[in-house]
């Protein structure tokens, strides 16, 4: 059995502001530190329940915080951006199921630390008609492949958002939002027992026929992006065969891989 811990770094143990995850701030030492742990309590779960193959791709800002030299040596890293799928990068029909460590709530969430969707350029983005945030639209590349998300970890708003779209997912709630800025946390400890816990669940429920099932998009998959400011949407709209309304852009997209690689290039250019 093979599992992608895709992670993140705004739903890490005790992240509640900006610096902490920005590497060019002295705080962000400390808490990337926090993800590697949180992803190691993750990959021990999955190998203790009978994962054979563990795979971990990083997908905070240039994809470069997780700890190599201190991931479970039996962690497989995926390092660096852009990689074809990003924060994806891995998943394919061989991967049996996807845990999202350290993710957060989309943009304009109440009580939800650092919530946004994708950059700060973003204000929603519909697939279908259907409101997602960045777990939804990774959520739908697994599905893609046929591939459930069997795991999240994150403050109770994000572990709830993600649960809604996707079914009854096992989450481990590492702090309480209370605000976007301000949470009440647990201690690293306890928060990794417990994602140490939800992981072994997940992967018992894969073994016993329980998981969730993937998220797949009907398609063609109808993409509506709402940015921030017109200006954003000034951009994104010179790419060939986007509408255009307001601040709002639309495409048509024949299958999720190329949805997912439209809507990055869009976000791009919006800056
Ligand atoms: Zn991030």
Redo the contacts with the bound molecule.
């Keep these: 059995m093979k599992i992608l811990i895709a992670a993140?770094?705004?739903g890490v143990t005790g992240v509640v502001n900006w610096d902490q995850?920005n590497p060019s701030h002295a705080e962000y030492a400390r808490f990337r530190k926090l993800m590697t742990e949180d992803v190691n309590a993750a990959a021990r779960g999955a190998f203790d329940a009978g994962a054979d193959e563990v795979l971990a791709v990083d997908?905070?800002?240039d994809g470069a915080n997780l700890l190599v030299e201190e991931l479970d040596p039996r962690v497989r890293l995926i390092s660096g951006s852009p990689a074809p799928l990003s924060m994806m990068q891995g998943v394919d029909e061989t991967v049996d199921g996807v845990f999202f460590v350290g993710y957060?709530a989309r943009a304009g969430t109440q009580n939800a630390i650092l919530d946004h969707t994708w950059s700060g350029a973003v204000m929603n983005v519909w697939l279908n008609d259907v409101l997602v945030g960045e777990f939804g639209l990774n959520a739908a590349v697994a599905g893609h492949f046929g591939v459930p998300v069997l795991l999240v970890t994150g403050d109770q708003t994000a572990c709830a958002q993600t649960a809604a779209l996707l079914g009854e997912l096992e989450m481990a709630v590492v702090k309480q939002a209370l605000g976007r800025f301000s949470a009440e946390c647990r201690s690293p400890q306890l928060a990794q027992q417990e994602i140490y816990e939800a992981a072994v669940r997940a992967v018992s429920r894969l073994e016993q026929g329980d998981a969730p099932e993937p998220f797949i998009v009907d398609l063609p998959v109808q993409v509506r992006i709402e940015f921030a400011k017109s200006s954003q949407a000034d951009h994104a709209e010179l790419i060939a065969g986007l509408r255009r309304e307001g601040t709002r852009v639309s495409f048509q997209a024949g299958e999720m891989l190329s949805a997912y690689h439209t809507f990055r290039a869009v976000v791009e250019l919006a800056g």
Excluded: A, C, F, S
Aim: charged letters at 25%.
């Design positions: 993140d770094m705004e995850v997908g905070h800002h957060h």
